[in-house]
């Protein structure tokens, strides 16, 4: 009997397997890290006058992750509808998805800057809908994903070629560059981070690793140039340096964030019973939610965190080894480990592991537009997953 064509296009058959291990348990670790990140937002965003305020319930971030969490899973499902292929470099230019989204994303971060709203003493975010249930956009989410893509879109093309330091390396570094230098005048951490994950996608990618060390003689005097430049960056860092010779000179949030971990102790004290998000803990709902879930649901609830976000990496990590095709690889490896290191980061920070940073816990922080464009690249991995499921079905019939 003749066998299948194994160079058939396998996103065009119309019946599909996929793999009990491949995109639906990831999807669902997934969905128990919104649904875990919804339950205690809405925790972490009471307040002792809360039952004097029913009537603003909407202008809180309970009940905007209340509305956000549905909209992500529809996010993440449309998405994984969606061919990856559709945003590679193989086309000519000015038909290419990615190249719009890298200008679209440079005109929203140079529109932050002049438009922006401040909040928290910096202009992150553009607000689409102001007014008392305003709604908010912040750009550097946006471009952090953007980069992810083009740059495994641009590997992809090249291929070999990105050893070629003038035409093909340099290009790429200095739009990384013009991304981070727009970045990092009001978000430190977002850029360090865009930064750290380009760099492991060039060298997952060929870059030979001597072109690679060319960028640091700018990047870090431009780094150490904007910490120098912020009194709130260096009071940070010397807050964390301190605490490792007196433990009375971490900063007062540091100093909240493990005051609540350790009240939590083995089982925590029950869900909603914690009292450091009654104005203890700053960013309670967002980059220090993690501290909140170790309060009330103790090491047990840290725990659950964590094995997620293992579970996340391990079959994340399967992905990536089972996609046939070179950009997918690189693309999947960028989201997989694009997540994984900002909720290590993230743990990091909120058990003074790491210095103070700006950056949420994915899937479970309160954020409408974090939370939305990783339910996207979450849909992108799994649109991944399936089709290599599908090829292995074509190439083993």
């Known amino acids: ?82 061919d990856y292929h559709w945003f590679h470099l193989k086309r000519p230019w000015w038909k290419s998805t990615s190249f719009y989204l890298v200008i679209v994303s440079l005109l929203l971060l140079v529109a932050v800057l002049i438009f922006g709203q401040e909040r928290n003493q910096s202009k992150r975010w553009l607000d689409l809908l102001p007014g008392p249930a ?35 390396f340099l290009p790429i570094c200095l739009l990384i560059g013009l991304t981070i230098v727009l970045i990092i005048i009001e978000d430190f951490g977002t850029a360090a981070f865009i930064a750290l994950i380009t760099f492991l996608l060039l060298w997952i990618g060929g870059a030979v690793w001597w072109h690679m060390l060319s960028p640091l003689v700018i990047a870090i005097p431009g780094f150490l140039t904007a910490v120098l430049l912020s009194p709130t960056r260096i009071n940070r860092i010397k807050g964390f340096f301190s605490y490792l010779f007196d433990e009375q000179g971490l900063p007062y949030q540091a100093q909240q964030s493990l005051k609540a971990i350790s ?42 965190i964590l094995i997620l976000f293992a579970l996340f990496l391990l079959f994340g990590i399967r992905i990536i080894l089972r996609c046939p095709d070179r950009f997918g690889k690189l693309l999947s490896a960028g989201i997989v480990f694009s997540i994984s290191i900002q909720a290590a980061i993230n743990i990091g920070v909120v058990t003074v592991v790491l210095p103070t940073k700006g950056i949420p816990l994915p899937f479970v922080s309160a954020g409408g537009t974090s939370l939305l464009l990783t339910a996207a690249a979450t849909g992108i991995l799994l649109n991944i997953a399936r089709q290599s499921s599908e090829s292995e079905e074509l190439l083993n019939p």
Request: proline share 4%; hydrophobic share 45%; aromatic share 16%.
């Open 134 to 168: 305003y709604l908010s956009f912040q750009p550097s989410e946006l471009a952090k994903w953007v980069m992810i893509i083009f740059t495994a879109a641009y590997l992809d093309k090249f291929g070999g070629q990105i050893q070629d330091f003038k035409r093909r």
């Open 263 to 304: 009240a939590g102790g083995l089982w925590g004290a029950g869900l909603g019973r914690g009292v450091f998000k009654y104005g203890h803990l700053p960013e309670d709902t967002t980059d220090f939610i993690f501290a909140v879930i170790a309060e009330e649901m103790g090491f047990i609830g840290a725990m659950w």
């Open 1 to 82: 009997m003749k066998r299948n064509c194994p160079t058939k296009k396998f996103y065009e058959r119309k019946e599909t397997q996929t793999s009990p291990v491949g995109d639906f348990a990831i999807e669902i670790v997934v969905l128990l890290l919104m649904a875990t990140g919804t339950v205690f937002v809405y925790s972490a965003g009471a307040s002792v006058g809360y039952n004097l305020e029913r009537s603003r319930f909407y202008e809180t971030p309970m009940f905007k992750q209340v509305v956000f969490f549905p909209l992500a899973v529809g996010v993440l499902l449309l998405m994984r509808r969606v």
